[in-house]
Nanobody, 126 residues
Framework: QVQLVESGGGLVQAGGSLRLSCAAS????????VGWFRQAPGKEREFVAV????????YYTDSVKGRFTISRDNDKNTVYLQMNRVTLEDTAVYYC???????????????????WGQGTQVTVSS
């Protein structure tokens, strides 16, 4: 059974940067795509980014393209989300999740993922 633990969230000023980490324990997530989602208060959980199992492809939601970068280190069983030039609209709880296969399409829905972390809060201040 794989477990995912997110870390790196916190309070950041608009325009600043954060790097989120998602560490897998138990069974690894090698061989699976891994995605990041976020959920703001009163809103549905939304797709942010996904990286394929081999890191050969990555996709982002339009609102974070050019600002966020997803990466993975399979030797460390860790996936990262580098967040640059954050805005107030990036405030949310961020979740990482293991996909049901090695590749995911450019847009993903939560139902295409089967293992979730507990989330890490990101708060952007003005």
């Amino acid at each position: 059974q794989v477990q995912l633990v997110e870390s790196g969230g916190g309070l950041v000023q608009a325009g600043g940067s954060l790097r989120l980490s998602c560490a897998a324990s138990g069974r690894t997530f090698t061989g699976y795509a891994v995605g990041w989602f976020r959920q703001a208060p009163g809103k549905e959980r939304e797709f942010v980014a996904v990286i394929s199992a081999s890191a050969s492809s990555a996709y982002y939601t339009d609102s974070v393209k050019g600002r966020f970068t997803i990466s993975r280190d399979n030797d460390k069983n860790t996936v990262y989300l580098q967040m640059n030039r954050v805005t107030l609209e990036d405030t949310a709880v961020y979740y990482c999740s293991r996909a049901r296969g090695p590749y995911m399409p450019p847009t993903s829905t939560p139902g295409q993922y089967d293992v979730w972390g507990q989330g890490t809060q990101v708060t952007v201040s003005s």
